[in-house]
């Protein structure tokens, strides 16, 4: 028989590895926590009508990447992202009505069934947010700057901002007008998916790697020239509270992003490539003012970003931290057992990180587990100290060992681990 595997692209994190999400989790948490956004959590599986209608049927995650079956007759989708989600919730639970400013953050499994590569999976996690019922651009600089922040706390080397607008609701179909009239002519040089977005979906083609496509763009109108005078000042305003903040970042008019829902304001945050090869986008992120309303809401404005957790913990290698364990406890015979356990549980009460062997092994075979772990005490109890009620307590930093009253093994051992004699 075969063994048993993972799905492809889909991956074990191992406790090894777990000392990084935590460590990029948790500094995530606390700067959303300062940034006054609230958690929430939402389903991974949803309707796939949801994503359809969120990101549009042309797209390529919608079109090649999503994970979907029937559940008896629902046609039901593992979450590729976690914005369609949010709205939904946030729309299902009237929230808009309940508050005028909305600021969710969310961290989760997405799945996509993308080629695996390094910083590409199946399923991979997203730190993200979205910030429901602000218009104005102070937000989404905000928005940005707040990442960069992130980035700098976990040590992410040369991060690169690119912002671009992509105009509002109007100025994208004209956009996209011009963009085929000038790709048209062309079109049998494109590659040949180019070929196929000519018609369904004309920006992504900006967005290609393919050399053929880099040539048919080059001259191609820009959309920063043909924004209204409404998108234009809000991308100003953006612009110069980024400069306010001394944010650094480039505008990077082809920058165009895969979903249909976004107006406006996009930004990407890049790390160095030399380390996250073909996924080095960190964070992708950027407007969608009119995606409630399109999934049955009200007019509400709304902004938000995910980044990969995977691809932030390739860019921001930390040494490994090791988990500390306080005392390793070692019973010798039967007896010694149950007296070990209750002494664990005491320890435990007390904050210790304590490890109980209870596989009946030699004393040898017990301290050798205590030092592999790096324990710093080992606590050894035989039938003579459960008969006398000691325990040996061994320093394993210190090299030292003397017998306990059990009466005081507790107490001692916290008054060492906090520097006492
Ligand atoms: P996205 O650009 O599709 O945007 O994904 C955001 C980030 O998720 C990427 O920059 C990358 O770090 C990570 N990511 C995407 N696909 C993979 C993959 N296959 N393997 C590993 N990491 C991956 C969104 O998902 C939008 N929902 C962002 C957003 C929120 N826009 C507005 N609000």
Request: net charge neutral; proline share 6%.
């Amino acid at each position: 028989m075969n063994p048993l595997r993972a799905v492809k692209g889909m991956n074990d994190v191992l406790p090894d590895e777990m000392a990084q999400f935590r460590r990029v989790e948790e500094a995530f948490a606390r700067t959303m926590r300062l940034y006054a956004f609230r958690e929430v959590r939402t389903p991974i599986v949803e309707p796939t009508n949801l994503f359809v209608r969120a990101m549009g049927e042309t797209t390529d995650v919608v079109g090649k990447e999503m994970y979907s079956f029937l559940h008896h007759e629902d046609p039901l989708t593992l979450r590729p992202e976690g914005t369609a989600g949010a709205v939904r919730a946030y729309i299902e639970h009237g929230v808009g009505q309940k508050e005028p400013v909305t600021r969710w953050w969310y961290l989760g499994p997405m799945f996509r069934a993308e080629r695996p590569a390094r910083g590409r999976y199946r399923q991979f996690w997203q730190a993200g947010a979205e910030i429901f019922g602000e218009a104005g651009p102070a937000c989404d600089a905000e928005m940005i700057d707040l990442l960069v922040r992130y980035l700098v706390e976990l040590g992410v080397p040369d991060a690169r901002v690119y912002v671009n607008s992509l105009g509002g609701a109007e100025a994208r179909p004209r956009y996209r007008s011009a963009l085929v009239d000038h790709l048209r002519p062309r079109a049998a040089a494109l590659s040949p998916d180019s070929q196929r977005r000519l018609d369904a979906n004309p920006l992504r083609i900006l967005d290609s790697k393919d050399p053929r496509d880099i040539e048919a763009v080059k001259d191609a109108p820009v959309m920063l020239d043909l924004l209204p005078p409404d998108d234009a000042a809000h991308f100003a305003e953006l612009r110069q509270h980024l400069d306010g903040l001394g944010t650094p970042y480039e505008v990077a008019p082809r920058l165009v992003r895969g979903f249909d829902y976004y107006t406006r304001t996009l930004f990407e945050i890049k790390g160095a490539t030399a380390k996250l090869g073909a996924g080095d986008t960190l964070v992708g992120g950027g407007r969608y003012d009119g995606l409630v309303e399109e999934l049955g809401g009200g007019k509400v404005p709304a902004i938000g970003f995910s980044a990969g957790v995977e691809r932030l913990i390739i860019a921001s290698e930390a040494p490994q931290a090791t988990q500390a364990v306080d005392a390793f406890i070692a019973p010798l015979g039967d007896a010694a057992l149950g007296y070990a356990l209750v002494l664990a549980r005491d320890l435990r009460a007390a904050g210790a990180v304590t490890e109980l062997d209870g596989r009946k092994a030699s004393l040898k075979a017990q301290l050798r587990r205590a030092s592999t772990i790096g324990a710093r005490f080992a606590l050894i109890a035989g039938d003579t100290e459960v008969s006398g009620n000691t325990v040996q307590v061994k320093d394993l930093a210190a090299h030292s060992q003397e017998n306990v009253p059990r009466s005081d093994v507790v107490a001692r051992l916290l008054a060492r681990l906090e520097g006492g004699p």
